[in-house]
T-cell receptor
Framework: AQKITQTQPGMFVQEKEAVTLDCTYDTSDPSYGLFWYKQPSSGEMIFLIYQGSYDQQNATEGRYSLNFQKARKSANLVISASQLGDSAMYFCAMRGLSNFGNEKLTFGTGTRLTIIP | DAGITQSPRYKITETGRQVTLMCHQTWSHSYMFWYRQDLGHGLRLIYYSAAADITDKGEVPDGYVVSRSKTENFPLTLESATRSQTSVYFC????????????????FGDGTRLSIL
């Protein structure tokens, strides 16, 4: 079984500051992938970034980076130089990679980020 | 246009009625998923399908039925709707990560907001 925990239900951050959204996970799968999705107020789910458990480096995609600490089972999303358009709900999700056909995602409960001008 | 589309976007119905939510994707993705999103729970998997005529239960399958006669369509049916099934429903699709690598994300439709009175 897999479990994702996002302990911050809501966060308020000043525009242009960096923000870290926490995500911890638990799995018995030796190989797994971690995803972050953004859900703006319009409701769609937007894929942001991926980290594989055996990737040597932390993932980065533009202003998004993943602070992956495998021993601590954490995969925190870092958004640099926050913008008003970053205000949204953010979900951490994972799937195991060891079993053939294991495509299912397990999601956390999300963090609602509000950027203050 | 290519992508994944859900219909209807909004639906209001009464308890005991049967309702079907439609999902159509044009990518020929092998995997398709149905999630429900509820406050405090994030996204929870209802059913998924690895290919046409192959479906399996997710975390919260009770009260739902799916079918997949064609690769591109994955309808979700509530056979006798209950108020507890009021939710936002998301359909998603993905490739088999064995084909293109584990970093392939699930792609989501825009969701169906279902209210059961």
């Amino acid at each position: 079984a897999q479990k994702i925990t996002q302990t911050q239900p809501g966060m308020f951050v000043q525009e242009k500051e960096a923000v870290t959204l926490d995500c911890t996970y638990d799995t018995s799968d030796p190989s797994y992938g971690l995803f972050w999705y953004k859900q703006p107020s319009s409701g769609e789910m937007i894929f942001l970034i991926y980290q594989g458990s055996y990737d040597q480096q932390n993932a980065t995609e533009g202003r998004y980076s993943l602070n992956f600490q495998k021993a601590r089972k954490s995969a925190n999303l870092v958004i640099s130089a926050s913008q008003l358009g970053d205000s949204a709900m953010y979900f951490c999700a994972m799937r195991g990679l060891s079993n053939f056909g294991n495509e299912k995602l397990t999601f956390g409960t999300g963090t609602r980020l509000t950027i203050i001008p | 246009d290519a992508g994944i589309t859900q219909s209807p976007r909004y639906k209001i119905t009464e308890t005991g009625r049967q309702v079907t939510l439609m999902c159509h994707q044009t990518w020929s993705h092998s995997y398709m998923f149905w999630y429900r999103q509820d406050l405090g729970h994030g996204l929870r998997l209802i059913y998924y399908s690895a290919a046409a005529d192959i479906t399996d239960k997710g975390e919260v399958p009770d009260g739902y039925v799916v079918s997949r006669s064609k690769t591109e369509n994955f309808p979700l049916t509530l056979e006798s709707a209950t108020r507890s099934q009021t939710s936002v429903y998301f359909c998603a699709s993905s490739v088999d990560f064995g084909d293109r690598g584990s970093n392939q994300p699930q792609h989501f439709g825009d969701g169906t907001r279902l209210s059961i009175l």
